[in-house]
């Protein structure tokens, strides 16, 4: 009964905020991809800030370890990164001989949005693990309690989600096929959840490890990837949106993070 309480759960919760996200991106603010940039840049990193890393050092592990985890982090997700650019030029350069330079403009707007997208899905999985142990200690603690996990946890991430999204846009792929790979790094919330119920006393703790490492995508992708793209000379009228937006995925997440703690 309870493990299939906790399968129920983290489905909603990892699945169920990325449709949600799907909704509101590709719906209601379909229209606002630029301003998405700047919300996605601001969800990412109050997730980080305000959520994951105060959750991380609130635990009994020493801060220089969780620091070194952090740089860590932020080190891989670069040479991911790395390799994934890496990547995208050898298969550019193996069609100019067949394509020349009208291919060659296509594969460079496509190797420069796609930067990011294998970092924010890596740092998302990790994330959606962690949220699933928390999830099934909730309800082997008590149903009720369980149930209010889940939805908390569904609701904080639907603001990370669309950015989750805007980000996965860049790769100017399919807005299907976006909504697919963060639904299966969502579904991971699900086996966090699983392996939760097994193992929940021996993985509480290295929870906050797991915490730190999803923060350091996710800083990483908003300061390497998004927050480049911004910078920009814009109008004041435009600078003043960007600067909203950014303001509004930091808000948002901070908000619904303090109203569902």
């Known amino acids: 009964m309870i493990f299939l309480a906790i399968l129920l759960g983290t489905l ?9 996200a799907a909704w509101l991106s590709f719906g209601v603010m379909s229209r606002y991809t630029q301003h998405m940039l700047s919300l996605a840049a601001g969800a990412l990193l109050a997730t980080s800030f305000m959520h994951l890393l105060p959750e991380a050092f609130e635990s009994t592990v020493v801060p220089r370890d969780l620091f070194l985890t952090l740089l860590i982090g932020l080190v891989f997700f670069f040479l991911l990164d790395k390799a994934e650019l890496w990547h995208h030029g050898h298969e550019h350069g193996a069609s100019l001989e067949q394509a020349h330079h009208a291919h060659e403009h296509h594969h460079d707007s496509h190797e420069e949005g796609t930067s990011g997208g294998w970092a924010v899905l890596a740092g998302d999985s990790v994330h959606c693990f962690g949220d699933g142990i928390l999830i099934a200690s909730a309800f082997m603690a008590d149903l009720r309690l369980g149930a209010i996990a889940a939805l908390a946890v569904m609701a904080h991430e639907v603001p990370h989600h669309m ?18 790979k963060v639904s299966l790094a969502g579904a991971v919330t699900a086996l966090g959840g699983a392996v939760g119920f097994v193992l929940v006393e021996s993985l509480r703790a290295t929870l906050p490890y797991f915490l730190v490492i999803a923060s350091s995508s996710f800083i ?42």
């Open 12 to 20: 909603t919760a990892g699945i169920g905020s990325v449709w949600v």
């Open 163 to 180: 950015g989750d999204l805007a980000v996965l846009r860049q790769a100017q792929g399919p807005k299907q096929a976006a909504v697919l």
């Open 220 to 261: 990483y992708v908003a300061l390497a990837d998004l927050i480049p793209q911004l910078q920009k000379r814009l109008s004041l009228r435009e600078t003043a949106a960007q600067i909203t937006w950014l303001a509004i995925g930091i808000s948002s997440v901070t908000l619904v993070s303090l109203l569902t703690h």
